[in-house]
C-alpha cells in the first residue's frame, strides 16, 4: 500500500509531466487546438459588464447581467442593468424581450443578424468552419493568454463591422470587443 507521501509524490510528478507537455506544445497553440477546446467547453452562464463607446457620447454606456450558453446553438444575453432586456439566438430567430413583451426576428431577414450569430456560435462552440463561413480569422497568443480577431468577409457586413475581437485562456472567453465601421465599440467582459 502506498503511503501518503508516495500518493503526492505520484501526483506531483503526474503535474509536472502535464505542464511540461503543455510548455512543449505551447508553440502548437493554434486555430485547430483552440477551437477543441472550446467545442469541450460545457454549457455556462456568466456574469458580464459591456461598455458601449460611441463618438455621440463623452462616456460609454455601461449595461451587465448575465450570458448563457446552451449547446447545440442557444446563446442568451440578459440585461439586469440599467433596465431588463433579454436577446435570445435560438435555431434560426433572434427572440427579444423587453417590458415583458417578446418579439422573435428570422436571423435570415438580416445578413448582420446571421453573422453575428455566427460569431457567437462559433466561438462558443468551438467551430471554426462556421466562423469561417462569415470571417477571416487570426490567431494570436498562446493557450494561457489567446485572442481571435474575426473580419467580415460578407461586402454587407463589412459596411457596418470592421472586426470582432474574441480573448481567453484555454477554455474561458474573457472579452469580446465588436469595433464598428464608424469607429463605435462595445466591450463584453465576462466575469
Do not use: C
Not at 485547430?32 to 452562464?45: D, G, N, R
Not at 468552419?129 to 480577431?149: K, P, S, T, V
Request: charged content about 25%; aromatic content about 6%.
Amino acid at each position: 500500500m502506498k503511503t501518503p507521501h508516495q500518493i503526492m509524490l505520484a501526483l506531483l510528478v503526474t503535474l509536472m509531466s502535464i505542464f511540461t507537455v503543455s510548455s512543449v506544445h505551447a508553440d502548437d497553440f493554434d486555430l485547430v487546438h483552440l477551437m477543441q477546446l472550446l467545442s469541450l467547453a460545457p454549457a455556462a452562464e456568466v456574469f458580464y459588464t459591456e461598455k458601449k463607446y460611441s463618438s455621440l457620447l463623452t462616456e460609454p454606456v455601461v449595461s451587465s447581467g448575465t450570458l448563457a450558453y446552451r449547446r447545440p446553438d442557444t446563446v442568451e444575453k440578459n440585461m439586469l442593468s440599467p433596465r431588463k432586456e433579454s436577446f435570445r439566438i435560438a435555431g434560426n430567430a433572434l427572440i427579444v424581450t423587453r417590458k415583458g413583451s417578446e418579439k422573435s426576428y428570422p436571423l435570415s431577414s438580416q445578413p448582420l443578424l446571421v453573422a453575428f450569430a455566427a460569431s457567437l456560435r462559433g466561438v462558443l462552440g468551438g467551430d471554426a468552419e462556421l466562423l469561417r463561413q462569415h470571417y477571416r480569422l487570426a490567431l494570436e497568443g498562446d493557450e494561457q493568454q489567446w485572442r481571435l480577431e474575426m473580419t467580415p468577409i460578407e461586402a454587407e457586413i463589412t459596411r457596418y463591422v470592421e472586426r470582432i475581437s474574441v480573448s481567453g485562456h484555454a477554455d474561458h472567453i474573457e472579452q469580446i470587443e465588436v469595433r464598428e465601421r464608424s469607429g463605435d465599440r462595445s466591450v463584453l467582459q465576462v466575469r
